[in-house]
């Protein structure tokens, strides 16, 4: 009887402790959007924290992408948790400018962040202030088809890529083989606009883009038609149907060989590799540059943490950031998912060749573009792309395409 009333007021004991510590636990509001595979590698960096935090619990509550996108513009009003996914660039900028997110410079400075994540640190600042951390990215470029070159007896891309001008050239060459230069499929439009935004990047630089995609320049002006105009060399050369094909049906071209350049992002390998390519054939370049001399902007949609201004813990929240946006959580995080790390100093498999050169690629930026319909207003973004894929079909319309995207810019960004 006596051991059976010790272990009880054992028991008893341990649960107080147990209470007290859950109770000393400060709490740590976390919404999201993760697919399944995301969530469950963030689950794994969320438990590496609270265990060198224990006095943290970070609760984590999941949505899903659309209702995400309704959700936040709700819970930023009225329920603000402590920390929240979204995007870089403009796609954060009408948040930052209702006051919705909080200036987090100070833990950028404090942890070295401007060096180490620098290639992000443009698409993060506003007014000279950083706006919540990035994790994870992945570069968009030119994938290519090696047994098209050989087909086509055209040289391949050596380590640096190509130059604009024997990019143009062998797009000729690949015509006369029966092969399409440059393949892509916009019925759903989007595709379109990876295009655009590298020739606009490539012609006037990140700064410039990034303003036309702010509204403050005229799509008639000089500058937007120099863009329009380095377009035209290569409009010829693309596939013909390709305003009638979805994406994965351009794949399918530079598969088999019926195509030799994709302008894609990385997700698109392993629907290559499905289609039966290797790293053998598939290939991988960066945009060629167009006017000599501009910084090279790369096109890396990327995925970002903030803190809301409406948050009670503000001070774990800053934690948690500087703990995501360290070399050894984005390694984990990103090679658990197959993405990139911002972070320079992560790693990335040594045997995915896309990946490595993604990193590369990124790492060595001067700024990210966010890919065109995110850095444009939503309204903006549609009849941007509408006219993109026009412009591909019928290159003679862009008077009248330009004058388009005029008037919606003036009535867009009133």
């Known amino acids: 009887m006596v051991h059976r009333k010790t272990g009880a007021i054992a028991l008893v004991a341990a649960l107080l402790l ?10 740590l509001k976390y919404n999201a959007d993760y697919d399944p595979i995301p969530l469950a590698a963030m689950e794994a960096l969320i438990a590496d924290f609270e265990a060198a935090n224990p006095d943290i619990d970070v609760q984590l509550n999941n949505f899903d ?3 995400y996108k309704t959700a936040i513009r709700n819970f930023l009003t009225a329920d603000a948790p402590d920390l929240a996914n979204w995007y870089a660039g403009n796609r954060m900028a009408p948040f930052v400018a209702a006051g919705q997110f909080m200036d987090v410079t100070d833990v950028w400075d404090a942890n070295g962040l401007n060096d180490a994540l620098g290639s992000t640190a443009a698409s993060m600042t506003i007014d000279g202030k950083k706006w919540g951390v990035p ?5 968009w470029g030119i994938y290519y088809n090696r047994d098209a070159y050989a087909a086509a007896g055209v040289e391949l891309p050596g380590e640096n890529g190509v130059t604009w001008d024997q990019f143009v050239e062998n797009c000729a060459k690949f015509q006369a083989a029966g092969i399409d230069c440059l393949t892509t499929g916009t019925k759903a439009l989007w595709p379109g606009a990876g295009i655009f935004d590298y020739m606009s990047l490539r012609t006037n630089g990140y700064e410039w883009h990034m303003d036309l995609t702010a509204g403050k320049v005229e799509w008639t002006s000089d500058e937007t038609r120099k863009v329009f105009a380095e377009w035209a060399k290569v409009q010829p050369y693309i596939t013909a149907n390709h305003a009638a094909i979805d994406w994965q049906d351009a794949a399918t071209l530079l598969v088999q060989g019926k ?4 302008v894609m992002g990385n997700f698109a390998v392993g629907v290559f590799k499905e289609g039966g390519m290797t790293n053998d054939n598939l290939g991988f370049m960066v945009f060629p540059e167009i006017t000599p001399g501009l910084p090279r902007a790369e096109e890396a949609p990327t995925d970002t943490i903030h803190i809301p201004a409406g948050a009670k813990n503000v001070e774990d929240a800053k934690k948690f950031l500087a703990f995501v946006a360290s070399a050894e959580a984005q390694t984990k995080w990103n090679t658990a998912v197959g993405q990139l790390p911002t972070n320079k100093g992560s790693s990335v498999p040594a045997d995915d060749p896309f990946l490595v050169a993604g990193f590369e690629a990124l790492s060595t930026a001067h700024a990210l ?5 995110r850095d444009a207003p939503a309204e903006m973004a549609k009849v941007g792309m509408e006219g ?3 412009f591909m079909v019928k ?14 810019r003036q009535r867009i960004y009133k």
Request: proline content about 2%; overall charge negative.
């Open 135 to 139: 994790y994870t990215y992945y570069q």
């Open 18 to 27: 147990s209470t007290a510590a859950t109770a000393q636990q400060r709490v």
């Open 259 to 262: 195509a030799a350049h994709y």
């Open 388 to 390: 993109f894929q026009e």
């Open 65 to 67: 992408h659309e209702g």
């Open 395 to 408: 290159p003679e319309n862009l008077d009248a395409i330009l004058d388009r995207l005029e008037k919606a």
């Open 369 to 373: 573009a966010q890919f065109f319909d």
